[in-house]
């Protein structure tokens, strides 16, 4: 929890902030390019650490619904 608090999400936070930042109506087509390849490469990295973040709480919500269902 402290990792999360202190160093993960304050960095996604400015991340997110900073991409949000770009005008992008303001842009050419290059820095529209770079722009979108600095968007994907956050989804990317992101995606792992989505899921490593999780994984502690998907076997609970997996037998939550196996017995709600079953």
Do not use: K
Request: proline share 3%; aromatic share 8%; charged share 30%.
């Amino acid at each position: 929890m402290r990792d999360w608090e202190e160093i993960i999400r304050p960095r996604l936070v400015a991340q997110t902030v900073r991409l949000q930042a770009v005008d992008v109506d303001a842009i050419g087509d290059d820095e529209l390019e770079r722009h979108i390849g600095a968007l994907l490469d956050r989804l990317y990295e992101n995606l792992a650490l989505h899921f490593e973040l999780h994984g502690h709480d998907l076997g609970p919500i997996a037998r939550y619904l196996h017995a709600a269902i079953w």
